[in-house]
């Protein structure tokens, strides 16, 4: 399949930025104690180090239904993309839950199952294989339909322990469900919304067949369109999100009432805003020109190999900075889903610290995307597509 430059490098750029959302979870001295988006408690700087990681799910999820489009009109076999995405949906739900989590907490009891983007995107891929047959428009109408209702669903009348409710609640919402032996799932990427956002990146996969005026043109529009009607729906403050904005003690922090928008699950306005801010950069980035553009290309043409990579050292790093700090390998607790990290005990770095790590993870990993990526390139292996 020909790779599409500003696809690489949208992908990377997230790749990129997402480390610091979890170098911030893992590594930042108040990420298990305070919410980075509670206006009461945080600080400019916490909180748009935290919303610039928005764009990291939305995007990818996006782009993994572009590249499910692209794949399926170079393979043009229906039965064998079929196929295919069905191997894939149900290769990434077991990675997410048997290695993603692993990575994540460490935790050799697997105490916490989390559903999150890797296993989202597994769901997205098995639902999206069924709908093959049915044309561009129609699936991309579907997933315009599910990103811009979903946020009905609180609205329907429904008894608290409902059967529907009991049913519903996992696939439209963040939900906590109880396992065997003390166990739980905590499904934090309810798969219907996001499917939304896959099946709407499968149907605009189609404008990658434009040429790159034409492409780049679209791009601005609708990038420009989405953060309008994001500002116009947001400004209303009556539907689109499940937390309205609000005046706030001075114009800065109402500013970030403004911006504060919900990602669990991602709510109508999510969308926009960072869709919106996607399709702007995807429409700068066509030509693969510019340092930048080159450098994320890397990381983007390897996501998985990075995605995975990078929790490793951060979770390592972690480690290392907890033993320096003083803490015994008795205070640290892996079932906690506090990542290791001792519960009620300040631990943890700055802010300022925790920009460092991040720019020092991305820098290393580096050399093993390239390494990987031409491995990948030079060898047809079967098991290199699912990576």
Known sequence: MRRIH??????????IIMALDHVRDLIHVNS????PTNLETTTPQLFFTRWITYLCAPIFVFLAGTSAYLSFKNNDNLIQTRSFLQKRGLY?????????????????GFHNFIFEVIAAIGVGFIILSFMLKWS??????IGLVIIFCHNLLPLIPLQQDSIVRTILSPLFTISVLPLFSGKVLVVAYPPIPW????LTGFACGKFFEWSDVLRKKLFLEIGLGAL??????????????SVPWSVQKNSV??????????KYPPSLLFCLITLGIMFLILAIAEQPKGWFIKLASVYGKVPLFYFLAHFVIIHITMLIILYWQGFSSAQIDFASGTFGRPKDVTSGLS???VYIIWIAVVVLLYKPCIWFGKYKAENSYWWLKYI
């Open 6 to 15: 500003s696809v690489d490098f949208m992908r990377g750029f997230v790749m």
């Open 32 to 35: 298990i104690t305070q919410s």
């Open 92 to 108: 990434l739900i077991a990675l997410e839950f048997v290695v993603v989590n692993f990575l994540l907490f460490f935790d050799l």
């Open 136 to 141: 561009v428009k129609t699936i991309g109408i």
């Open 195 to 198: 499917l939304g956002i896959m």
């Open 228 to 241: 309008l009607l994001f500002v116009i729906v947001r400004f209303i403050n009556i539907y689109g999100d």
């Open 253 to 262: 922090y109402t500013f970030l009432s403004f911006m504060n928008v919900t």
């Open 351 to 353: 802010l300022s610290a």
